[in-house]
């Protein structure tokens, strides 16, 4: 198919066997190296234990959906406190609450666009300055993702959420109520802080309340409540603008807030729950017990009885509500689920030291002597093991919002990781893909006055303005539901010609109609502004671009994933940074000026060109990508640091 193969294997990470239409089988996972910090996103492929001869009774004993059609993945723990296992009202209601805040947050970077001249004229600057407030509040996007996630890895995910609720509201309050420009700059700065966490938790939170057959619905919600903000926010705040300034958008963005913030409070609670592997109470005894009541003649069952009957209580409302008594995460389950981790005949060479990657590709020890109540991870948890055996916690219970520190990771190292992916090449063309797709729209929101609002071009007021941001919305709509579609229909012909193999390279073929998409657009919209069409053809020029965008940045985060799963949640914050810093804020600095220089015609020419390089790099990543995984499997560069 065109993919050059590693010189010597083809066990590649990301590359996976397709069996059957609902049984995969991932290669590489015994040349994965194994994580040495936590992750925001619970990553990791199971294989099929069906496929695997001997498993499949005890994989009949794995929990599933009540109609027993669907093995649940991951497998809930025998606690009504794990947030699996919360009821569904009680899920959605966190689904629904968070994205209301992320609609909110994601609509913030292009508020004030379409009052870019009123902000000028109040200051006394000119408009290619104002345009600066969009590209800064994307500099504290950027660097507040990166702050975000480790601390929401080590601490929680509510306390931030919660902490920055509080400071979006006290930063729009600022923002309104500036006395100068410099004041409304370093406004939008902390305001963009203050709402990353919308861009770099949600798909965390939504991983860890539902399960992998629940999530693509869900995750849609969150992704059309995202989209909705980005387009309508800016379109709503057009007419506050247009009726009573510019100020009255962030005093009505802070009442706004301060209804998401309820719902964080009361709906949202902490959702973390370690899911290492533990193994359940032995019902076989230990040789130097077996060897102790042999010489005593003392039974063995009462005492096994009272340790089982202490250790591993069964919660009968998780049990009928799963349709399985016994079904917990244990090392058996995981032995099911990963049958690389079952016991190896002598001839086989060992895998890492007799350790195997799982779940969320962390090690555990898949074989030793068996002890009862023995963790199989020796830092096991205690925030999740303090629930464990608890009742049920109230509603007042969960409102509770900071639970202490929930791992012992580095938080330097946290940190870092996200920048060291950037040596990965596929990370690297991704983190460019989804930077420009995202970017332009940002580009052309900080001309959008120019350009809309010239006496001498279109005239246009400020609530005419805002409307125009229709446009994108629907292309964006119609991109991302074509993206993920299309996708799939042009990843499962490549597989079937390919042997059943699927590589993450396939997603790339997506490149093409990216190019064409966005190229169009971007110069369509700059020519046709500048010559004074009629107002119809840049905008719909516009909503071609962003139909195009939304390609680009489904592609470039799908291919992302599919080529690194182990570091999907490290992913998303280097792919959030870099389009937030490098440009976001670049473009910022000095896209207004040029265009005022030399005119919307050759700027967004020039912009289409640079569009056309940038997809033009997929044609050597499709080739030596498979290469360039395996590569970085060698290197190891992440857990290096």
């Known amino acids: 198919m065109g993919i050059l193969n590693d010189r010597e294997t083809v066990e590649v990470p990301g590359s996976v066997l397709l069996l059957a239409e609902d049984r995969n089988e991932p290669l590489g996972l015994s040349n994965i190296n194994a994580r040495t910090s936590h992750s925001s996103i619970p990553t990791g492929f199971p294989v099929d234990p069906s496929a695997t001869p001997g498993r499949r009774a005890r994989a009949a004993s794995r929990k599933k959906t009540e109609d027993g059609t669907i093995i649940l993945e991951p497998q809930p723990d025998d606690s009504v406190n794990d947030p699996l296992n919360w009821p569904s009202w009680r899920r959605d209601a966190a689904l629904l609450s968070l994205g209301f805040y992320c609609m909110i947050g994601g609509g913030i970077t292009p508020l004030i666009a379409a009052g870019f001249t009123d902000v000028a004229r109040d200051f006394d600057v000119s408009i290619e300055r104002?345009?600066?407030?969009t590209g800064l509040c994307m500099t504290g996007l950027g660097v507040g993702s990166v702050l975000a996630s480790p601390t929401a890895i080590l601490y929680g995910?509510?306390?931030?959420?919660?902490?920055?609720a509080l400071m979006f509201i006290g930063t729009s309050l600022w923002a309104g109520f500036s006395p100068s420009f410099p004041s409304l700059?370093?406004?939008?700065?902390?305001?963009?802080?203050?709402?990353?966490?919308?861009?770099?938790?949600?798909?965390?939170?939504?991983?860890?309340i539902f399960f992998l057959h629940e999530r693509a619905y869900r995750i849609g919600i969150y992704t059309l409540l995202l989209l909705g903000g980005k387009n309508l926010v800016p379109l709503v705040s057009a007419v506050i603008i247009g009726r009573f300034g510019w100020r009255w958008a962030f005093y009505i963005v802070s009442m706004v807030v301060g209804l998401g913030f309820?719902?964080?409070?009361?709906?949202?609670?902490?959702?973390?729950?370690?899911?290492?592997?533990?193994?359940?109470?032995?019902?076989r005894q230990s040789l130097s017990r077996q060897y102790s009541s042999r010489y005593t003649g003392q039974s063995e069952e009462p005492g096994t009885a009272d340790v089982q009957t202490r250790d591993t209580p069964q919660v009968e409302a998780n049990s009928e509500k799963h349709g399985e008594v016994n079904a917990g995460t244990t090392a058996n389950d995981c032995e099911d689920?990963?049958?690389q981790c079952s016991p190896r005949p002598s001839n086989q060479p060992s895998i890492q030291n007799d350790r195997c990657v799982v779940a969320n590709l962390e090690q555990f020890p898949c074989s030793g002597v068996e002890k009862i109540g023995e963790n199989v991870s020796p830092g096991h948890n205690t925030y999740t093991q303090g629930l464990r055996y608890r009742p049920a916690q109230s509603f007042t219970q969960h409102l509770k919002p900071y639970h202490g520190r929930l791992n012992h990771d580095n938080w330097f190292k946290v940190l870092i990781r996200p920048f060291i992916l950037l040596a990965y090449p596929a990370v690297l063309w991704s983190a460019v893909v989804y930077s420009c797709s995202i970017g332009w729209l940002i580009v052309i929101s900080e001309t959008m006055a120019m350009i809309y609002r010239d006496p001498t071009g279109y005239n246009f007021t400020a609530l005419q303005t805002g409307l125009i941001y229709i446009s994108p919305f629907i292309g964006a709509i119609l991109g991302t539901g074509v993206a993920g579609k299309v996708s799939d229909i042009v990843v499962r012909a490549l597989s079937r010609r390919?042997?059943?193999?699927?590589?993450?390279?396939?997603r790339l073929v997506m490149a093409a109609p990216i190019l064409i998409s966005t190229c169009v657009g971007l110069m369509g919209f700059g020519w046709s502004a500048e010559e004074k069409r009629s107002?119809?053809?840049?905008?719909?020029?516009?909503?071609?671009?962003?139909?195009?965008?939304?390609?680009?940045?489904?592609?470039?985060?799908?291919?992302?994933?599919?080529?690194?799963?182990?570091?999907?949640?490290?992913?998303?914050v280097t792919l959030n940074f870099t389009k937030n810093i490098m440009h976001g804020l670049v473009f910022s600095l000095f896209v207004t000026r040029w265009l005022e220089k030399d005119g919307s015609k050759t700027v967004y020419i020039w912009i289409g060109t640079i569009q056309v390089i940038v997809c033009l790099f997929s044609i050597p990543m499709y080739i030596f990508g498979k290469r360039a995984r395996m590569w970085t499997t060698?290197?190891?560069?992440?857990?290096?640091?």
């Open 130 to 133: 104002v345009a600066l407030t």
């Open 157 to 164: 995910k509510r306390p931030i959420y919660l902490i920055g």
């Open 185 to 208: 700059l370093a406004a939008r700065v902390f305001q963009g802080i203050s709402i990353s966490p919308v861009e770099c938790l949600p798909s965390a939170t939504i991983a860890e």
């Open 262 to 283: 309820a719902l964080l409070f009361l709906f949202v609670p902490e959702t973390f729950w370690d899911r290492t592997p533990t193994r359940k109470p032995s019902h």
């Open 337 to 339: 689920a990963y049958p």
């Open 498 to 506: 390919n042997g059943g193999l699927y590589e993450p390279e396939f």
């Open 535 to 572: 107002w119809i053809v840049p905008t719909i020029f516009f909503g071609i671009v962003s139909f195009g965008c939304s390609l680009g940045s489904t592609t470039s985060i799908t291919f992302c994933v599919d080529s690194y799963r182990q570091y999907a949640g490290e992913a998303l």
């Open 634 to 641: 060698r290197m190891n560069l992440m857990e290096k640091f």
